[in-house]
């Protein structure tokens, strides 16, 4: 009886330390500023696929040229994915459409990019896509920046 005691005692304390940290991930993340919630999905192809397969749920956070995206149910301290400015293409936007509406947040907007020759779909808030696209559209002088 007590070892059963002990060890669910045990089990417990590591879910709340492993929700703890998880907890302080994200406020480190978000720490600097500059963060969004944003689900990727990445290679996909040309014909928008609407079944809702392939989204991650993740958060973006600017930081200088480039946007670092994390994933949101990971422990893992540096980003999935960096997606750099100057590589970035906007190909066009659309709304979640049949599975998708479950897939991602009530008020996504789908923006598809090209990045170093890679379909890539992010889904994000209204607000926060005209963040996005005006962080593109101020790239420095001399930089090819492609917004639709």
Not at 112 to 131: K, N, P
């Amino acid at each position: 009886m007590v070892l059963a005691l002990s060890v669910c005692a045990i089990v417990v304390a590591l879910v709340v330390v492993g929700l703890f940290v998880f907890g302080l991930r994200r406020r480190l993340i978000q720490r600097s500023g500059g963060t969004f919630d944003c689900s990727l999905r990445w290679g996909v192809a040309e014909e928008p696929d609407t079944s809702g397969k392939g989204w991650s749920y993740g958060v973006a956070r600017y930081n200088g040229d480039r946007v670092e995206w994390f994933r949101v149910f990971s422990y893992a301290p540096r980003p999935r994915r960096l997606l750099e400015r100057a590589c970035i293409e906007v190909a066009g936007r659309r709304l979640p459409e049949g599975e998708e509406e479950l897939a991602l947040l009530s008020d996504a907007v789908i923006l598809t990019c090209l990045h170093q020759d890679v379909r890539v779909e992010l889904a994000m808030s209204e607000d926060a896509l005209t963040g996005f696209l005006a962080w593109l559209e101020a790239a420095p002088p001399g930089q090819r920046v492609n917004v639709a």
